[in-house]
Structures are given as structure tokens and as C-alpha cells.
């Protein structure tokens, strides 16, 4: 037995229920496209408006998100690990990885990302690990683990970490924006198809000869 058996008398009361509950379900689709039409009419800061979204009103213009999410309690011991197994300790890994000359650089990439961009541009911190990640490959690349003028080495280093990031951030802070004016606006359709064949704007010549 199936299930139209089981539940109906015949498969004319099977086909009036399906009837009735798929109208049922029309009305209840329509009722719902109403209500949103409703509800974003009527709302006037909505950041989703005529199929697209919109950064007019102030809150939208402001809104700030974190990137990322990650604790920056092992700086302290990002000094220790850092060169692990490749290089010994100096005084250089020391003070170049230390927390305080990472903070530095998180200061000097902010601050000269603000001046690369016309004062447009105003960054929060970036990413410790990633930042990290580019100190050691500046630190064993050029890295010199002189005895003397600590600081000279650490100013040069620090220099070749924050010219590798301000550009690439510049980068990604410019095609945000450009993405932001871009999913303001509805997408452009594609023109229709012309033909270039000029033949359809001349005429056949009759032939005298057949």
C-alpha cells in the first residue's frame, strides 16, 4: 500500500490537497515578499535598499570590525623562540624581538601608512604574528649580530620590516575601499550583441547574364 492509499480515499482527494496546500504555500510566499517590502520602505538607515547595499548614513560609514582575532601575550616569549634551533641567542634577537621594539614598528607602519596615503588613511594594530613572521625573515636575511651599536642594527632591520609592510597594507586598504563604492552601486548589464557582418546594409545586384 502507498502512501496516497494510506492517507486518501482516491487519488482525486490526493491531487485537491496538493492543490490546496501548494496554494496555501503561494499565499504564504507573497505575504512574506510583502512584509519585506514593508520593513525596508520603512526603514530608513536599512544597509540593504533597492538591491544593493548603502554606506549613506553615518552608522554604516563607521562601523569597525576586528580582522582578526589573537592574543598578544607571547611577545615575551616570541624573543626566546624565534631563531630557535637555527641561530644562538644575541643580544641583537633579544632586543629586536622583544615587545617593545614590536610595538615600535606597529607604530612606525601606522604612522607611515597615515603619511603614504595624504593623512586619509588611519590603520589600528596589525597583526603580531604575522608581523612577527616578516621580522625573522629580515632578521636572517641581514641580520649582522655585531657586538657593538645594538641599536644602529636594530633601526636598520626595523626599516626593511616596515617598508615590506606599508606598501602591501596601502594595497589592501585601497581595494577595500574600491569594493566598498563598488557593492553601493547595482551591476551594470551587458550590452546586447552587435552584429558586424555589413552585409544587411547592402544590397544584391541583379545578374543581366542569366
Known sequence: ??????????????????????AEFDAYVDDQLNHRDITSASSADSRVARGYVTLENAQDMNDTFNLFKEHNNNNMNYAQEAIVNIHSESQ???????KANVDLIQDMIRYQVYEHSNKQHVINRQSDTELQIIMRHF????G???????????????????????PMILS???????????????????EL???MNSSKHQ???????L
Open 1 to 22: 500500500m502507498n502512501f496516497i492509499q494510506q492517507n486518501y480515499s482516491n487519488s482525486g482527494a490526493a491531487a485537491s490537497d496538493y492543490y490546496a496546500r501548494d
Open 92 to 98: 641583537l634577537s633579544q632586543t629586536y624581538f622583544s
Open 139 to 142: 632578521y636572517l636575511t641581514y
Open 144 to 166: 649582522k649580530n655585531q657586538s657593538d651599536n645594538i641599536a644602529k642594527q636594530v633601526a636598520e632591520l626595523n626599516t626593511y620590516v616596515v617598508n615590506e609592510c606599508v
Open 172 to 190: 589592501s586598504v585601497e581595494q577595500y575601499l574600491a569594493y566598498r563604492i563598488r557593492i553601493t552601486n547595482n551591476p551594470v548589464p551587458l
Open 193 to 195: 550583441p552587435q552584429s
Open 203 to 209: 544590397s544584391l545586384q541583379p545578374n543581366h547574364w
